[in-house]
């Protein structure tokens, strides 16, 4: 993947997701990123978008981290599964991969990495509560997808190297969550505005009328 093809598909003409051209500095950073950690967009490898202001945002797919790290001579396994809660005493269970029976509640994922240079597994468990979305995939696997969200962590830690700084498209909030809108700066105050509220004056704002 060279930078020229990497800049053409960071145009408005030529993708839809990018809905205003990004600045210069959050372009660069796109493609320096794809160049040294060996992402190709076009493969699938990372999605990436622009708000209405040209805010660019870029996710990283979870093959992307599997690929990678099957290829690195260090790799000697992950192991991954998730958490639930089973019984009247709701008594938290491991189990290996995202299939749970009916009755019993999700409430975290786990993954193992094994290197051949580490003493102990890098081991990261996180908490299904934090990500799930509740729609789409979440609703229909929930399972593997909080599975998918530990083992993605938990190579992040295993080879830093490799995926420092880079996060999973599960890992972050919708595209159209509140969380991903940028937020509007609140206007300033006037110096009458200010002046009134300093002597006790209320000024209602126009949806409150």
């Not at 909080?146 to 996060?167: D, M, N, T």
């Not at 159209?176 to 200010?194: I, L, N, R, T, W």
Request: with cysteine.
């Amino acid at each position: 993947m060279t930078r020229e093809a990497i800049e053409q598909l960071m145009s408005p003409e030529h993708n839809r997701s990018i809905k205003k051209e990004p600045s210069l500095k959050e372009m660069e950073l796109f493609i320096v990123q794809c160049l040294t950690k060996g992402m190709n967009p076009l493969a699938g490898d990372v999605d990436f978008w622009t708000d209405d202001y040209g805010k660019l945002t870029f996710v990283i797919r979870e093959a992307f981290y599997l690929r990678v790290a099957d290829a690195h001579p260090k790799f000697r396994g992950i192991q991954s599964g998730i958490i639930v809660e089973r019984g009247p005493d709701r008594d938290p269970f491991e189990i290996e991969g995202g299939y749970s029976k009916e009755g019993e509640k999700i409430v975290a994922g786990w993954a193992v990495v094994h290197r051949s240079d580490r003493d102990f597994p890098i081991t990261h468990k996180v908490n299904f509560r934090d990500y799930d979305k509740k729609n789409g995939t979440w609703k229909q696997f929930p399972g593997r997808m909080i599975e998918k969200v530990s083992q993605v962590g938990a190579l992040r830690i295993a080879f830093p190297a490799q995926f420092g700084g880079l996060y999973s498209e599960d890992e972050m909030p919708d595209k159209g969550s509140e969380d991903s809108k940028p937020k509007q700066k609140a206007k300033p105050k006037s110096k009458a505005v200010e002046s009134a509220e300093k002597s006790g004056f209320r000024i209602e704002k126009p949806e409150e009328q």
